[in-house]
């Protein structure tokens, strides 16, 4: 019985590290020890505007930005329905333009960023779904531009709800800057 139960550990734990730690197809090695520069890996063979992953250099300071949500568009309408935040590209570009704020307040910009979660919540106009072309609507106005072409590591998720009702999106960022 002991000797099962240690076999069945030692079979998950290699599995495991197969998974967490195998390379797989990245397409940036690893920077060395004395690199000082953030590294964006780019996503094999796409175009998508985020970055597989990103190397952040020791030498950096981190700034951990917490969950911004959209201001009220139109405070004609129902306080906490979706038409006083607008749609999920309205609410993308107010939430990135707020964020772009904070940055500044602290000498970063967007091109900083370098992991982002997005929240978004199912858009009842769109039979429940997130509106997730919305979204990189308001996204791409910011991200892999011709002005601004770093790219983030970046979750999109569908969430049951955020803090605030009508709000369709909340975003937060991890941005770095080097020393």
Do not use: C
């Not at 072309?133 to 569908?158: C, D, I, L, V």
């Not at 969430?159 to 999106?169: E, K, N, Q, R, Y």
Request: aromatic residues 8%.
């Amino acid at each position: 019985m002991i000797a099962s139960t240690l076999w069945r550990r030692l079979a998950v734990t290699a599995t495991l590290a197969i998974v967490f730690f195998y390379p797989g197809n990245a397409q940036t090695p690893a920077p060395s020890p004395l690199s000082n520069k953030v590294q964006r890996i780019p996503i094999p063979n796409s175009d998508f505007p985020i970055s597989q992953g990103v190397w952040v250099p020791a030498n950096s300071d981190t700034l951990y930005l917490s969950g911004s949500i959209p201001p009220v568009a139109n405070p004609a309408a129902p306080k906490g329905s979706i038409e006083s935040y607008g749609s999920t590209e309205t609410q993308t570009v107010a939430v990135l333009q707020r964020i772009e704020q904070s940055l500044e307040a602290q000498k970063l910009s967007l091109a900083d960023i370098v992991m982002m979660h997005a929240y978004l919540v199912g858009d009842p106009g769109k039979e429940g779904k997130m509106d997730f072309a919305g979204f990189m609507a308001g996204y791409t106005r910011f991200f892999g531009t011709k002005e601004q072409p770093n790219k983030p590591a970046r979750s999109a998720m569908q969430v049951a709800a955020l803090a605030a009702p009508g709000a369709l999106v909340e975003i937060e960022v991890i941005a770095v800057r080097l020393l």
